[in-house]
């Protein structure tokens, strides 16, 4: 039976929480804008990390969400090194970034909620 807290997910939220600190402190690209970190899955070997990342500032198309996660592939060297040296790891995981849909995903839920709600109390006062 696997530990409740192991040390992949533990250092997996340190690696999240400095990532998030270095993306908004240290990388100044514009075309990363205000990014957000949602989440961070480490490979059991600690060697490399899937990061989950969004923008919550507007809504944007599929060319710029492609020009963040450009951007964070270049910037992903520095930001290894940095972690490696605020978190003090034996070994840096390497960095892939993904764009993380489930916020735009739950809005457009919400909308829907919202739409069918506003629906049947119009058919509720008309009846």
Known sequence: MP???SRPRRVA???QRELANLLTSQVHDPRIGFVTVTGVE???DL?????YVTRLDQ???APDKQQLLTALSHAS????RELSRELNLRVS????FFY???IERGNQMSKLIEGAMHSVDETESKG
């Open 42 to 44: 480490l490979s059991k």
């Open 59 to 61: 809504q944007h198309s």
């Open 3 to 5: 530990k409740e807290f």
């Open 93 to 96: 995981p390497t960095l892939r």
């Open 13 to 15: 939220e340190l690696v």
């Open 77 to 80: 060297g520095y930001l290894r």
């Open 47 to 51: 060697k490399h990390a899937k990061v």
């Open 100 to 102: 993380d849909t489930s």
